[in-house]
Nanobody, 120 residues
Framework: QVQLVESGGGLVQPGGSLRLSCAASGIGFSVYAMGWYRQAPGKQRDLVATLTSGGSTNYADSVKGRFTISRDNAKNTVYLQMNSLKPEDTAVYYC??????????????WGQGTQVTVSS
């Protein structure tokens, strides 16, 4: 079965750092684009960062220069290094795996999320 398991969330003070991990199983990890999304209470789920199988990255404007997405294909794991955290970063962070092998087939999986709270 496919599983995406996030870890590393928690409570941190403004200006602090946190590193999220997402361990994937049941998929051919190396061919998937991986991503991090977040959702604050009462808000939509927004893209934070993505990383393709070829190494291309994309970041939301709000996190550019502060967050870094990376992956270790040998460990089937994607990471999100979060620095200079702000209260506005408080949200549930979700791991995503996506693969489109043909024009009409898309594989899309989500983790259950990990809470990140930035507060003094």
């Amino acid at each position: 079965q496919v599983q995406l398991v996030e870890s590393g969330g928690g409570l941190v003070q403004p200006g602090g750092s946190l590193r999220l991990s997402c361990a994937a199983s049941g998929i051919g990890f190396s061919v998937y684009a991986m991503g991090w999304y977040r959702q604050a209470p009462g808000k939509q789920r927004d893209l934070v960062a993505t990383l393709t199988s070829g190494g291309s990255t994309n970041y939301a404007d709000s996190v550019k220069g502060r967050f870094t997405i990376s992956r270790d294909n040998a460990k089937n794991t994607v990471y999100l290094q979060m620095n200079s955290l702000k209260p506005e970063d408080t949200a549930v962070y979700y791991c995503n795996a996506r693969w489109q092998p043909t024009y009409d087939i898309t594989r899309n999986y989500w983790g259950q999320g990990t809470q990140v709270t930035v507060s003094s």
